[in-house]
């Protein structure tokens, strides 16, 4: 046995010998390539067509179908290198110019394409295969008309060609005669059952139809006609997918990769199946076997949407740009990318992405819904209502465009069209939690507590999900002031779901407002026991340690948080040794984030902004450079703003101005440019600039209030509140123009009228706190402190989290007009919703001054100057503090600081301060 294996083994080694020894011909090669080529065999081809070309560089016929096999491969590029290289060649070879229009129509480049196939076509006008090249062109043009007119010229000189017919079909499909598409189809099979191309057609078809068992039924005929044809196969396990029939996809997966097994498609289909089960690392593992073999358009979308499962977002995004390469008509991984960059807060690349989808499909409802979002996060209002209405229009059963566009509704104070957008949501799709959830929370921010709960409890069924629906009832509850309620439902929240967090922080809360600093900490460790990296929950805990001034235990909590290596984590203590007065300590901890995510924009503006604040403006400039790179507006802006602190302003304004070239919200750019042309006191040039944001749109109200603030701070009151209403009558319907026209007249020192619009305001939307808090202001400026208080009060019934009333509100009680643990109370409470605010930092001393807490006030005071170093008062109340813990000389300090500061700035307390200073000098 062994000697007959050994002989049969010298047998091959010789003939193996003779075979390596018998040189192929380039004719040989050539021959052997095209029957590669008719076979599909594109891989094999392009090895074969390459060796016939090293024989003879200048064999045109080998170059001509290695392009058409590039072309098969998707390799478009190297396709038409190839090809041109033939064309120059053999100028007169014409087939090329046909397959040249091929890959300029795959690519795009539609004019290059008209041009390859008229050349062609001005010497051969019988070939149908052209008509149909010039057809897709044109298809690819959206000139659907002339497209059928090539189609129906292809058969009027071939009636019975079948890929005619076929794309006539989908010409149609595309156009929406579905009735035209299937009897060219029927009519195809009628001739031949299994022309494998009709069949995908008719499947196309179907799908159309939402007739999705005879999609499976034809994509098993296409798979039982040629069990060979893997793609067949690849479309019936889709189709299973579409289906959820994951057991049936993953049975076909497995028969394929028995098959199939040396085939890289069999990998792509495990891939795809393990992906829908929720096996993100095993699909990964399986595309990428895949990805080693070939590459397609597919194969790189699904391990794009791995990466996104997994969070890598680069990867994601690299993945899905190897698609449009591919693709570049492809707009579901467009529309994956700009989504990426939304949430990365990158809306002007969003929003490019998404004006690329639409180019090529403009009636795509996702892509025009999407586009509403990035215009909301752009703050361009009328503008996201038009793409939601859009959306809606060509789907009306879009949920998230009804829900978006209430949004917008309520945003801009149309109240009744935004309840009747979140109630179209919910009715429908009554089973989603999410158009419920959001009725409910747009129903208990317009006090209809009733209706909000009532909304909420007929989605309970008595699963898990109730826990998400009883938290927000217990917000409901809280909002309405019933806190019993709201902490009973909080309970039973966790009940339902001990694994949702949300109400242990919601019970946290409660626990906080009455004082019950140790409740509060009990929820956050519930939170820790069964997740002891819960980051937000350590965060907070740094937060109740740090308000309570127990800065070990604060910075304690602070490195837990961060030893889960999350940006967030790294920002807080960051922060916090900012807070501290640490800024190197700052600066090395974000450096820390940066060596873990190099690109986070954050971390790099937060840098910037440390050594700003430290007025190392060197550094502050490189790491805003940094910024510029990844998020050229943000980066621009920042930069701009060192310029300025330096005193440089017009080289802030040349950083802005340069880069207005890119694709940046231009409007947001002439706007930072007219703030520093007021600090220059360039009145003109920012009249100028602001004029510039006016004709940018001069249909939106943006650039009238931009040029409304160039008057009012030059003075020119009247001109600004006609700036202003001419902004009203744009936007009827903005609060924030209002609110302007208000500020205008305080600022005049016209009370009365500045009452009377926030009286309108307060008339015309009672839900509107602000409208509150800005009558109280009025009431304070005219010494009317008592009306003042009534009115903060009311802001907070209506937002108990308003963070600037419950510091006016804290300020005005610790003087004397409400109780003086309600005041301390309610400026920490400030302090929690605004850590990094001087302003509040400084009310959060005061009241603990005014309890006679002066070593817990000190250190609030150190921390606002810190915030504030030229702000007088501040300074002024660290002087009191400083005397009364016996520190004579930084009391004086500090007091010769506020009456220097207050020659620039005039501050209420300057005659105190000069009587406190000459004390303590006397001392």
């Known amino acids: 046995?062994?000697?007959?294996?050994?002989?049969?083994?010298?047998?091959?080694?010789?003939?193996?010998?003779?075979?390596?020894?018998?040189?192929?011909?380039?004719?040989?090669?050539?021959?052997?390539?095209?029957k590669f080529l008719e076979s599909g065999n594109a891989n094999g081809a392009i090895v074969v067509f390459k060796k016939a070309i090293e024989k003879d560089q200048n064999y045109f016929e080998a170059r001509y179908q290695l392009g058409r096999a590039y072309i098969l491969q998707g390799k478009f590029d190297s396709a038409e290198r190839e090809l041109l290289k033939a064309l120059r060649l053999n100028p007169s070879f014409n087939d090329a110019h046909v397959a040249l229009a091929k890959v300029y129509t795959m690519t795009l480049k539609t004019d290059e394409a008209l041009k390859e196939i008229n050349l062609y076509l001005n010497k051969t006008s019988d070939n149908p295969e052209a008509y149909e090249v010039a057809a897709s062109v044109y298809a690819v043009k959206k000139d659907y008309a002339k497209a059928e007119e090539y189609l129906l010229?292809?058969?009027?000189?071939?009636?019975?060609?079948?890929?005619?017919?076929?794309?006539?079909?989908?010409?149609?499909?595309?156009?929406?005669?579905?009735?035209?598409?299937?009897?060219?189809?029927?009519?195809?099979?009628?001739?031949?059952?299994?022309?494998?191309?009709?069949?995908?057609?008719?499947?196309?078809?179907?799908?159309?139809?939402?007739?999705?068992?005879?999609?499976?039924?034809?994509?098993?005929?296409?798979y039982d006609v040629d069990t060979k044809d893997i793609s067949a196969a690849l479309q019936l396990g889709m189709a299973y997918l579409q289906n959820k029939n994951l057991k049936k996809a993953r049975a076909l997966a497995e028969d394929v990769g028995k098959t199939h097994k040396d085939r890289p498609e069999s990998s792509y289909l495990m891939g795809t199946v393990y992906f829908y089960e929720g096996k993100t690392d095993d699909a990964l593992a399986s595309l990428q076997a895949a990805a080693k073999k070939t590459s397609f358009p597919g194969l790189h979308y699904y391990i794009g949407l791995c990466h996104l499962a997994k969070g890598d977002t680069e990867q994601a995004i690299s993945e899905f740009?190897?698609?449009?390469?591919?693709?570049?008509?492809?707009?579901?991984?467009?529309?994956?990318?700009?989504?990426?960059?939304?949430?990365?807060?990158?809306?002007?690349?969003?929003e490019m992405e998404i004006k690329k989808v639409l180019d090529i499909d403009g009636k795509n409802a996702l892509a025009h819904n999407l586009l509403g979002s990035v215009y909301i996060a752009l703050g361009r209002g009328d503008q996201a209502m038009g793409e939601f209405d859009r959306a809606i229009e060509l789907a009306p059963g879009l949920v998230d465009s009804h829900l978006k566009k209430g949004a917008v509704s309520l945003l801009s104070g149309d109240a009744q069209k935004a309840e009747e957008e979140f109630v179209n949501a919910v009715e429908i799709a009554p089973e989603l939690l999410n158009s419920r959830i959001i009725l409910a929370r747009y129903y208990f921010k317009s006090r209809k507590f009733d209706q909000a709960i009532r909304t909420l409890k007929d989605g309970l069924k008595q699963s898990a999900d109730d826990a998400v629906l009883y938290n927000i009832i217990g917000a409901a509850y809280l909002e309405a002031g019933d806190k019993g309620n709201a902490g009973t439902n909080f309970r039973k929240a966790i009940s339902s779901n001990p694994k949702l967090f949300q109400p242990y922080f919601s019970l946290a809360r409660l626990s906080l407002d009455?004082?019950?600093?140790?409740?509060?900490?009990?929820?956050?460790?519930?939170?820790?026991?069964?997740?002891?990296?819960?980051?937000?929950?350590?965060?907070?805990?740094?937060?109740?340690?740090?308000?309570?001034?127990?800065?070990?235990?604060?910075?304690?909590?602070?490195?837990?948080?961060?030893?889960?290596?999350?940006?967030?984590?790294?920002?807080?203590?960051?922060?916090?040794?900012?807070?501290?007065?640490?800024?190197?300590?700052?600066?090395?901890?974000?450096?820390?984030?940066?060596?873990?995510?190099?690109?986070?924009?954050?971390?790099?503006?937060?840098?910037?902004?440390?050594?700003?604040?430290?007025k190392n403006y060197k550094d502050a400039l490189a790491a805003f450079r940094n910024l510029k790179v990844l998020s050229p507006e943000a980066g621009a802006r920042r930069t701009a703003g060192v310029h300025a602190l330096m005193g440089d302003y017009d080289r802030a304004i040349m950083e802005l101005r340069e880069v207005l070239a890119r694709e940046v919200n231009k409007g947001v750019v002439l706007g930072d440019i007219v703030a520093l042309q007021l600090q220059k006191k360039s009145y003109a040039e920012a009249e100028k600039t602001a004029k510039e944001i006016v004709a940018l749109d001069p249909d939106s109200d943006s650039g009238h209030l931009v040029l409304a603030s160039v008057y009012s701070e030059n003075r020119r009151s009247q001109e600004a509140v006609n700036s202003l209403k001419k902004a009203l009558q744009l936007n009827p319907k903005s609060i924030e123009t209002?609110?302007?026209?208000?500020?205008?007249?305080?600022?005049?020192?016209?009370?009365?009228?500045?009452?009377?619009?926030?009286?309108?305001?307060?008339?015309?939307?009672?839900?509107?706190?602000?409208?509150?808090?800005?009558?109280?202001?009025?009431?304070?400026?005219?010494?009317?402190?008592?009306?003042?208080?009534?009115?903060?009060?009311?802001?907070?019934?209506?937002?108990?989290?308003?963070?600037?009333?419950?510091?006016?509100?804290?300020?005005?009680?610790?003087?004397?007009?409400?109780?003086?643990?309600?005041?301390v109370d309610m400026a920490k409470k400030a302090k929690a919703l605004m850590p990094g605010d001087g302003n509040i930092t400084d009310t959060l001393g005061w009241t603990l001054y005014k309890t006679g807490r002066y070593d817990e006030a000190l250190k609030s005071f150190e921390e606002a100057v810190q915030y504030l170093p030229e702000e007088p008062s501040v300074r002024y109340h660290s002087g009191l503090a400083y005397l009364k813990k016996g520190m004579a000389d930084k009391a004086e300090e500090q007091l010769k600081e506020s009456l220097r500061l207050g020659r620039k700035k005039p501050f209420p307390e300057s005659e105190e301060a000069a009587k406190t200073l000459e004390r303590v000098r006397r001392k």
């Open 153 to 222: 010229q292809a058969l009027k000189i071939s009636p019975q060609r079948a890929s005619s017919k076929i794309f006539l079909a989908d010409l149609y499909l595309m156009k929406g005669d579905v009735r035209e598409s299937e009897r060219l189809i029927q009519e195809t099979l009628a001739a031949d059952g299994n022309n494998k191309s009709a069949l995908y057609e008719l499947a196309k078809i179907r799908q159309k139809q939402g007739r999705q068992e005879e999609v499976l039924n034809v994509y098993q005929k296409i």
């Open 321 to 350: 740009r190897k698609v449009l390469d591919m693709k570049p008509g492809m707009v579901q991984p467009r529309l994956l990318i700009a989504s990426i960059y939304l949430k990365k807060g990158k809306a002007e690349d969003a």
């Open 514 to 614: 009455k004082g019950d600093k140790e409740g509060a900490v009990k929820e956050y460790k519930k939170i820790l026991d069964a997740d002891k990296g819960n980051v937000a929950a350590l965060l907070m805990l740094a937060n109740v340690m740090e308000v309570d001034h127990k800065d070990e235990e604060a910075l304690s909590y602070y490195m837990k948080a961060k030893e889960q290596r999350k940006p967030q984590a790294y920002i807080a203590l960051a922060s916090y040794y900012q807070r501290k007065n640490r800024g190197e300590q700052a600066v090395k901890v974000l450096k820390e984030a940066l060596d873990l995510d190099p690109k986070n924009i954050q971390v790099m503006e937060l840098m910037g902004l440390i050594h700003q604040a430290g």
């Open 738 to 823: 209002r609110v302007a026209i208000g500020r205008v007249y305080m600022s005049d020192r016209n009370f009365p009228k500045a009452m009377d619009v926030f009286k309108e305001l307060e008339k015309s939307n009672p839900q509107y706190a602000p409208a509150y808090f800005l009558q109280a202001n009025v009431l304070e400026l005219t010494g009317d402190r008592k009306g003042a208080v009534e009115k903060y009060k009311k802001a907070l019934e209506l937002s108990p989290d308003y963070a600037p009333a419950l510091n006016n509100l804290a300020y005005l009680y610790a003087e004397g007009l409400g109780p003086a643990d309600r005041a």
């Open 1 to 34: 046995m062994l000697k007959r294996v050994m002989i049969s083994f010298v047998l091959f080694v010789v003939l193996l010998a003779g075979c390596s020894g018998q040189e192929l011909s380039k004719q040989q090669y050539y021959e052997k390539g095209v």
